[in-house]
């Protein structure tokens, strides 16, 4: 892999039966984490390739992919460039989105043209915020919120919403995690690490 790699997130909209999609991303070599998710998208994927060439091809298979029907299984695929990682958590794992129980865990899109530093230390300082990513397209930010007490995520919503150069707010609620830094669960419910070209580039 050279050292110039692109890295983005990818958003997905999907049609219909989503288990042939699932297992082609599941085993895709450039899917770093697949996120289940709630809201405009199904899908929000940390990805990684070797140059534009290679996404290019690879956005083409993904809009290839068709159900039984011969339907396009994804509706809609946007592709945002990382350009930023402001924040990124190192010590967690599958294993602990699984252990989850009473917690609730989000992405949030906040669109700040502006870039203002005031937003960015919020987020930085704040202990529910575990990722923040400067990202390209039609949004500013992506960050990842985990928190025990979902009223602590509304306060942190309303202080972000008191800045003047936050122009939109949208939030996707995570329903699963389905692979997380290329691990995934395999059909005895063990972890399972791919072992061919890890790429273990990962922001989220």
């Not at 993904?62 to 339907?71: N, W």
């Not at 979902?150 to 202080?159: A, F, G, M, Q, V």
């Amino acid at each position: 892999m050279s050292q110039n790699v692109i890295h983005a997130l990818v958003l997905i909209q999907n049609w219909g039966d989503d288990s042939e999609i699932l297992r082609s991303m599941v085993s895709d070599r450039h899917i770093i984490s697949i996120f289940h998710i709630m809201g405009r998208h199904s899908y929000l994927l940390d990805v990684n390739f070797d140059d534009k060439k290679q996404l290019s091809g690879w956005i083409g298979r993904m809009k290839s992919t068709r159900l039984s029907s011969g339907i396009p299984a994804i509706i809609s695929i946007q592709t945002q460039k990382i350009i930023d990682v402001h924040k990124q958590k190192e010590a967690f794992s599958l294993k602990d989105y699984m252990d989850m129980k009473e917690r609730s865990h989000f992405f949030v899109k906040i669109d700040n043209p502006h870039d203002d530093e005031a937003l960015l230390e919020m987020m930085k300082k704040s202990p529910i915020v575990h990722s923040v990513l400067h990202v390209q397209g039609e949004n500013s930010f992506t960050i990842e919120v985990i928190v025990d007490d979902y009223s602590n995520y509304k306060k942190l919503l309303k202080k972000m919403k008191g800045l003047k150069s936050v122009h939109h707010i949208e939030t996707q609620e995570v329903i699963s995690v389905i692979k997380y830094r290329n691990q995934i669960i395999d059909e005895m419910s063990d972890l399972i690490k791919p072992d061919m070209d890890t790429r273990e580039l990962y922001t989220l």
